[in-house]
């Protein structure tokens, strides 16, 4: 079991967009629509804001939107705020027993 | 409003062992399966284990297989993690975490979670 791989950081300006990108295999992220984002802000607790690949939990702003195509989710974040600088980490569906997460991404708003 | 109280954290030496729980309220605990998921110090997240929501069948995170049990009293509310044989790689905030089909098959609601350090 190794983690899904995104990249270790990201950058933007506000208002721009940026793309962060979670990649596993045909056995976890390809498998399954099941895959679900979160932001993480520091000392607090991982914040769900995608699940089933594409769909905004409650309360996300619609600037954030979910996709997927073959082995590799992504996140995207239009209109980029200061309050969008976090850690976002993706987790994918791997058995009915198993997830795994990525290693996270640290989006900085320049 | 779905709240996750996550306790029993704290030091332990090399080798030993821990109980943590996680008392859950404002929502039907029976209903749901649930989550441990660990971040080690300035690292990134690493679940750890489920449970389905009748306790019937549960699965672990290699690095913790045969180690840590997870376990759930659904008249009692609460979600457990025996930990054993502890190492200092296990040192880490766990946090617990609800699974609602309706938002996925992933952890939706989280803890604030529990610091577990392993240190002699």
């Known amino acids: 079991q190794s983690a899904l791989t995104q990249p270790a950081s990201v950058s933007g300006s506000p208002g721009q967009s940026i793309t962060i990108s979670c990649t596993g295999t045909?056995?976890?992220?390809?498998?399954?629509?099941?895959v679900s984002w979160y932001q993480q802000h520091p000392g607090t607790a991982p914040k769900l804001i995608i699940f089933?690949?594409?769909n905004r939990a409650s309360g996300v702003s619609s600037r954030f939107s979910g996709s997927k195509s073959g082995n590799t989710a992504s996140l995207t974040i239009s209109g980029l705020q200061a309050e969008d600088e976090a850690t976002y980490y993706c987790i994918s569906y791997v058995t009915a027993n198993t997830r795994m997460f990525g290693g996270g991404t640290k989006l900085t708003v320049l | 409003q779905v709240h996750l109280v996550e306790s029993g954290g704290g030091v332990v030496q090399p080798g030993g062992s821990l109980r943590l729980s996680c008392a859950a309220s404002g929502f039907t605990f029976s209903n749901y399966g649930m989550h441990w998921v660990r971040q080690a110090p300035g690292k990134g997240l690493e679940w750890v284990a489920l449970i389905w929501f009748d306790g019937r069948d549960r699965g672990y995170a290699d690095s913790v297989k045969d180690r840590f049990t997870i376990s759930r009293d659904n008249s009692k509310n609460i979600l457990s993690l025996q930990m054993n044989s502890l190492r200092a790689e296990d040192t880490a905030i766990y946090y617990c975490?609800?699974?609602?089909?309706?938002?996925?098959?992933?952890?939706?609601?989280w803890g604030q979670g529990t610091l577990v350090t392993v240190s002699s």
């Open positions: 975490a609800r699974e609602d089909w309706n938002n996925g098959r992933n952890p939706d609601y």
């Open positions: 045909s056995s976890d992220v390809g498998a399954y629509k099941y």
């Open positions: 089933d690949v594409n």
